[in-house]
């Protein structure tokens, strides 16, 4: 079924029973993680080996079951998404590809933000200070978010659909070369940077603050996928609307004209 | 006659409508050139390692600069002028430094937990060394006023399997 079609059919509402239950479902999984993440895991304590002294983040920790799965999405998922949707406008020149670019690169600067809000928090108490100039990957990051936050200015500047699109699309794909940077900056600037290296990859974490990783990364891939079906289908009626609104006005124009001409004769 | 009903063109539209969205642009694209420039631009901001600052002891004289490396026991608390201080000695593969951090700590700061310090080379020999277990006491010491805690990204809770916490003298 079309996008178009599908919208009539829900009558301009931007959510369906099936959008509806994966929204209970991301709400029902937000709050189990909440209870997880600030309740039911163990602070991060660990003793040194040598000086038998306690180390770790200790409750500080918490804030990674939220900043990761995050992290997957703002500078990653959302812009990759974004990307092979403006692929895919550059090929088809077809509005879906373009709305779909637009609903995810706009939830993903969302993300980014939060991403660069909810790390600095954490990095006060575990880093002590609340942002690291000298940090590739925060600088990185922070400059894919102003890529992002300039993606949706240039939307908004008033041009032809196509022409819009066909920009908004390149900017999206110039962005997309800072995601493998991003990824990889701890690993290539490994001893000259402050973040720490991944530790999904190397399965440096077992147990329940494994579990409560993963269930943040299924949640919020959730809130993810939620977010840019509505955002989707926001844009898409907006297109509508548009179109909708040109319609109606040649329409008054031409009975404007009928009933002129049928003054005049 | 049919009027013409074709829709005119839309007229180019230099309007406030126009003119905000394209100043954002503007103003986000200079936020990324003043992100690079600090970044790029500033060399404090560049971590050396420990064997580095000793190796270019020469020419990092009178700069400040940033240097990684990991604490090692006997750390002693103390006083300069007014303000709280720390001693210790800090070392990376092998190669130790003594170091008088003044200010507070990190509060994670401790033993074992690698840190950067922000600060440079003094060339002095301060006698409070005396009474540290590691101290060089070579005739310099890095005077820092600036550390963050570099974490590790090792979240597992048995201590037989913390092997990558760089410790120096401290055996793993």
């Not at chain 1, 990761?68 to 959302?78: C, E, Q």
């Not at chain 1, 991403?115 to 922070?142: A, C, F, H, K």
Request: hydrophobic share 45%; charged share 20%; proline share 5%.
């Amino acid at each position: 079924m079309s996008a178009g079609k599908m919208l009539k059919q829900n009558q301009g509402v931007t959510s369906s029973p099936k959008s509806r239950l994966l929204g209970f479902a991301t709400l029902l999984g937000l709050v189990t993680l909440f209870v997880f993440a600030f309740f039911l895991t163990d602070p991060d304590v660990r003793l040194h080996p040598t000086t038998g002294e306690e180390i770790g983040q200790f409750d500080a920790v918490r804030l990674l079951y939220l900043h990761v799965p995050m992290a997957i999405i703002g500078p990653y998922l959302a812009p990759l998404v974004g990307a092979v949707a403006s692929i895919g406008y550059l090929i088809k020149r077809t509005p879906w590809w373009d709305v779909t670019a637009h609903a995810a690169i706009e939830v993903g600067a969302i993300f980014c933000g939060l991403v660069l809000v909810q790390g600095s928090i954490w990095g006060r108490p575990v880093w002590n200070t609340w942002w690291e100039w000298g940090d590739v990957r925060i600088m990185t990051t922070l400059i894919l978010f102003l890529m992002l936050l300039g993606y949706l200015a240039l939307r908004r500047v008033v041009a032809d659909e196509h022409k819009q699109a066909r920009r908004s699309a390149i900017v999206a794909l110039v962005a997309a070369i800072n995601l493998p940077i991003i990824n990889r900056s701890v690993e290539w600037w490994e001893s000259r940077t402050l973040h720490q290296k991944s530790t999904l990859s190397e399965l440096k974490i077992e147990d329940l603050t494994f579990f409560t990783l993963m269930m943040g990364i299924v949640v919020f891939l959730m809130l993810f996928t939620w977010l840019v079906l509505h955002r989707f289908r926001l844009g898409w009626l907006e297109k509508e609307s548009l179109k909708q609104e040109a319609l109606t006005a040649i329409e008054e124009r031409r009975a404007v004209a009928v009933t002129n001409e049928e003054e005049t004769s | 006659m049919t009027e013409d009903l074709t829709p005119s063109p839309a007229r180019p539209e230099r309007s406030k409508h126009r003119r905000g969205p394209i100043a954002i642009i503007v103003l986000l694209l200079t936020a990324v050139a003043a992100v690079l420039f600090v970044t790029l631009g500033d060399a404090t901001l560049v971590f050396y390692e420990v064997d580095e600052v000793v190796e270019q002891r020469e020419e990092l004289i009178d700069k400040r600069f940033r240097v990684v490396g990991t604490p090692l026991p006997g750390i002693v608390e103390t006083t300069v002028g007014r303000e709280s201080a720390v001693l210790f000695t800090f070392c990376a593969q092998g190669v130790y430094v003594d170091v008088v951090h003044v200010g507070d700590p990190a509060e994670l700061f401790q033993p074992g937990v690698p840190v950067v310090l922000q600060g440079e080379w003094v060339s002095e020999s301060l006698p409070e060394f005396q009474s540290l277990p590691n101290a060089t006491r070579d005739g310099w010491y890095l005077s820092t006023d600036h550390m963050v805690v570099k974490h590790d990204n090792d979240y597992r809770t048995d201590p037989d399997r913390i092997t990558d916490i760089e410790s120096c003298g401290l055996k793993e």
